[in-house]
């Protein structure tokens, strides 16, 4: 080797190492960032034999990276059906709580078998009544916190589109950003980790998948396959709340809507779930409960003329055909029967129709209520909980099965986020950086960057020599 060529291979070879110091510094400074992937300089050797950098690459695995947004996207589900359902089953309670609708139910009709021992105790009356409207009460209470978890629901699908739209259009901007980079240097290898962290981020809210166009820039599609991004443009998601549609566009990418190549996994697939799906037929439950309190109770009233309501009523009237959605909510005591408001309370004992106060000891109509309450009751069996069973049962079954409907997303998301927690580990030992060994690397970089040192020293010496015998 010529002294000259030994010269330009130590000199490559010092700001090969430079180079590589650089890069080693820049993985530990990021070594607890999450969204950084770990740098690493590829060194090759030229024809005359000097090192030199070829690449600095990222140290990445797709696959690793989309399994582990898929199943981010799967625990969000999960647990925004959960966390949906909280609110509305803890007021619910279960079958073993002490004030439910059930134990309301159960208070009722031990009242009507006290007062059918005494039917003219107008403490046992007024007692009856008043347990009568703690029932209703439940009811409402209910009605009132499914239909405060449907707002929630949908005020939560509004905000999840909001931050999935800004998320979106700052993926196109980085996108952008890359496609017109040079490809060389920190800059484009940081717009990577930000673009990596932002898809992150919107598997949270929704599955999805994506590619890279022949301009260099990202592409962002539905699980479905409905384009997102492309060609630098962003679609604008919109959710309309009244037919429970999720557009992009002026595609129909709703969840779980069969056909539409929409999205199904993440927070907005579990919200929308809860606003179309789940909370209403919790809702349909109620109501079926409440309207066949309603007109079990008028079929057992012999006082009652065609039309008129009985001991329970919707807001006060009778019960329509159909019933309008919303009726435990609305469930209330006929006024006829409470005292405060005009009516009187030997109407418990004698009939909600009745005119004038029958025998003081006449139990007959309070017995035919209780039977109403003690014997089978028609549900309709769309809503799964029973056709002609009492109820008590009806509600223990509902209880019950709301109740398991939020334990099982519960149950979902916290497995499903023990799987996206171990994919994330693998992910990050990966790509993450280890300390401890870019120590080791410094170590060898500060040898190559000394032995190149001293090359270049020994081969001026040399060349000064040279000259100096000339």
Partial sequence: MSLISALNAARSGMSTSSRWADTVSTNIANANNASYARRETQITTNAQGAAQVSEITRAVDSALDGLYRTEVSRTATQDAIATGLAGYTALLGDTESTDTMLTRLTDFQNALGLLSVSPADTGLQRATVADAQELAQALNRAGGALDAAMGRAEEGVVADVAAVNDRLGRIAALSERLASSDGNGEAPLSVHDALGAELDALAEYMDVTTRTDGHGRMEVFTSGGTALLTGGRPETLRFDAESGTLWAGSVDITPGVSGKRGISEGSISGKVALYTTVLPEMQAQLDETARALISGMEAADASLLPGEAGLF??????????????????????????????????????????????????????????????????????????????????????????????????????????????????????????????????????????????????????????????
């Fill in 313 to 470: 009523t919707d807001a006060g009237a009778a019960l329509t055909d159909p019933v309008a959605p919303g009726l435990a909510r609305r469930i209330a005591v006929n006024e006829a029967v409470v005292p405060e408001v005009g009516g009187a309370l030997w109407r418990i004992r004698d009939g909600v129709g009745a005119v004038v106060p029958g025998a003081a000891g006449a139990n007959g109509q309070v017995m035919d209520f209780a039977d109403a309450l003690n014997g089978s009751l028609t549900f309709d069996e769309a809503h799964g909980l029973g056709s002609d069973v009492p109820l008590s049962r009806f509600m223990s079954s509902l209880i019950a099965s709301q109740n398991s409907t939020r334990a099982s997303a519960e149950t979902s998301a916290e497995r499903l986020a023990a799987g996206a927690i171990a994919t994330q580990t693998s992910r990050m030992s990966f790509m993450g950086v280890n300390v401890d060994d870019e120590l080791q690397q410094l170590a060898m970089i500060q040898q190559s960057y000394g032995a190149n040192a001293q090359a270049l020293s020994t081969v001026s010496e040399m060349i000064d020599t040279l000259l100096a015998a000339v």
